[in-house]
């Protein structure tokens, strides 16, 4: 369990151990597409009448290809996905077009027909795997149904090609996996056993509906790269549904965009990101940041105006009301599709004059961010914390007595913030992040260690704080949808910390309200709405203006942007800048995404298990030398560029538990590095790593000598 | 998005409420029985035909007749005034009696599930002795302490439906407190109270309507079961329960003596479910 694989290339070769199951009855040869939609059509009908959700998309699939289809939520594309299953539920249907499987056309006809076309030749794989896994039949008894009731294979061949079918999928142990329960097992093992179930119908088609955006971005990289293996190794043909551009960019060989319903460009996966010819993937491109970009040399393009309701689409061009290159020809008459290259599609009047560069993206309106952080920057601590615990009390198991146990969520960490700086905070999924976060503003009592805000000693709860020092410490959550209550407006939400922290006086809310609703870029209109009223974007703007309202001193972001829309993301983090830039406002920032965080903070702790194993300078993390786990969350984050070529680091296992976290240093049992100490690495497994010092600010905390970590390669390198 | 047109504020709250309500044919059935009641019970000294408390000696358990439209009971009075006026305790009686115990239901589920841990625990077990108790050993046992009147049926049935409001409201409040606006109050330092009734109750109140709703619904069948034991509104104050116990000694010679006031009862009952059940679907259909 505990080894690592370190390969710099990612593809591995077909398995000696590999059995095809069975012949196949429906053998295509190779030039027919596995999978071929024409202008399909798919409408809902709710009681305002049928809403078209997917119009005219058009695209083929063939053996052996990975095709994506990305686009933001309520785009369609997992409406595309259900009709090829046909799986639309009661009030869908395809009202045109046509959906062929290996040449035969599966609309018209009945479930019973379907069957028979398909076979168990389509498989789906879905974003969540606890979704998927009946919680209460065990991982063989659930694998092997696939095989005994579709095929009727006997029970022990059908075990037997099951453990098989979980070693293709590199699952560790799988004879003692098939006796578990799902919930015995993590989240990327839930997501591989759902994946080698899909796999056991030998399927020509395998459709994966964001099989990825549930995971941590380690488990995220190893799941894509046992996609992009199986893909080979099992000659299918695979449709991949993603929002996110880097995970597209790494899995795909052809991508189609789709944008309120309908495809907008579709081409190899080169063009669609290097040559876009659709306004709106040339936005989508310039919205997201890229790893190694940073807010002072580079500015993130959002995309105005949101995606029209398919009940209420404009006449013309789809994207007329968000593009910047609309002429009036766009708001009369609706593009088709057309070929501005070979084997390059897009749905633009203008396709060949974007490609050709004959019209380039405005870009002014860009503040010059740089001069104000120089400006704003200072080297005034306003934030200290030394040697922070909080533990949780673990419920005991014995009914009475027993010893008493602690998760230590966070475990003797120390960071400082200088004043008009922002503080990005890194790590998987239960490194403790959000726990320091909720520490520091008092929504958990620390255990242990020195918390000093501004001189003042900050060790306590919430509940025990001064008025004033409340007012200096204000939280942005990550939920747009839980972070406003639903009962209220959003203006009286919004005035609330105003009234309590006496910002203004009592008759001059309404008006300061009003400012920084404008601020925000939401004007006064939005004052008397309620949350439902709002899109995702705009209620992470109202959260935002929340807790900006009293004029905090730190503000605390845990993951803002996480559940946004790429090009809503841009927005909101340009507004962040803007405010921090505005109120010189201190923040520290929580995210998963390594290459937001590189964009948007100045300095860098990277957390794993409840600590602190490097913390610096943005643009030093992003270098060697590295901290052994840095470099493996580095080569794991997903580029949007498919130029990109990443070191090929893996970590083996799942975090382990943190009420026993691993002796010596913990990240120990992970390590792909440790080897190269001279004695193999004992040491780590006894003694806690030294804090070691690259430059005065930049440190790491291992054993490894400095000068060795130095010497290795960047992880991220671009392919010109 | 904007809902331009039509009124904005509390108004506009009304409205769409009331609009829930008519999208669903159940609900609207219901209401209109409910309507019906209520205007029944406030235009009760225009509606009735006779006294309910005047006694005719010639009338004595008669079949319905032009005169008495459903009969007389075993003293004489006119059934369908009686049934009338009964109208008036009890649609007085029920919703207030669920009103005090959703008050007193709310506040403790708040408060258990808002702390949690010492207090839950202490609130919550009290609140299971008392649903341990059968209901009706319950309601005799504080009746025959207290003695009947209306206001002591109030108090009864306060008593007895408080823990299962209790017990909503907590699971409510223990689901809502996790969400992020909850923290964000707690990090404006707001005070515990502030949170419970302004932060979270709100957002618990559709589920409590629609519960108080079937509530007001069983405490029309509390009340008709404390008057047929004899132990609810002293008479001779009309109230449905009260009459069906006393027609019940005559069922051989005046069987509809006790169809009217049973008949009665469980319209207004089935009325109250249909409209909880209707604005129950409608309201968590889209969400």
Redesign the interface.
Known sequence: MHESHIQDNAQMGPSDGWIPLGKDPLQQPRDVPVLSVERLAVSYETRYGDVPAVRDVSFTVQRGEAYSIVGESGCGKSTVAFSIVSFLGRNGKIVDGHVLFQGRDLVGHSEEELRKLRGDRISMVYQDPMQALNPSLRIGEQLAEVLTVHRGIGQSEAEDRCIHMLEQVHMPDPANVMRRYPHQISGGQQQRVVIAMALLNDPALLIMDEPTTALDVTVEAAVLDLVAELQHKFDTAIMYISHNLGVVARVSDQVGVMYAGTMVERASVNDVYLRPSHPYTLGLMRCVPRLGMDKAASYLYPIRGRVPSPRNLPPGCIFEPRCDFARPVCRQKSPEMCEVEPEHWARCHFAAEILSGKLEPPQDAVPDLQALAERRASDETVLRVARAKTYYEAPSKQLIGGEKQYVKAVDDVSVEMKRGHTLGIVGESGCGKSTLVKTIIGLESPTGGEFEFMGMDISMPVSKRSLDLIKELQMVFQNPDATLNPSFSVGSQIGRPLRRFKAVPAHQVRDEVVRILDLMRLGENYYNRLPRQLSGGEKQRVGIARAIAGRPELVLCDEPVSALDVSVQAAVLNLLLEVQQEMGTTMAFIAHDLSVVRFFCDTIAVMYLGQIVEFGPAEAIYAPPYHPYTEALLSAVPIPDPRAAQKHIRLSGSVPSALHPPSGCRFHTRCPRRLLLPDGGQICTVEPPPWQRNTDEHRIFCHIPLDTLRQMDAVVTIQE | ??TTGKP??PGRQVWENLSIVFRSRVATAGLVIILFWILVAIFAPILAPHDPLAQDSSAINQAPSRQYLLGADNLGRDILSRLIYGSRTILLLAPLSVLCSVAVGTLLGLIGGYFGGLIDEVVMRILDAIMAFPTILLYLIIIAAIGPSALNVVLAITFVGAPGVARLVRSLTLDIRT???I??A?????NPFYIMFL?IL??ARGPIIIDSMLRVGYAIFSIGTLGFLGLGLPPPTPDWGGMISSARKFIWTNPLGVLWPALAISSLVVALNLFADGLREESTRYQ
């Open positions: 998005m904007q904005s504020g969400r992020d606006y923290r964000a707690e990090t404006r330092g707001e932060e709100p957002n």
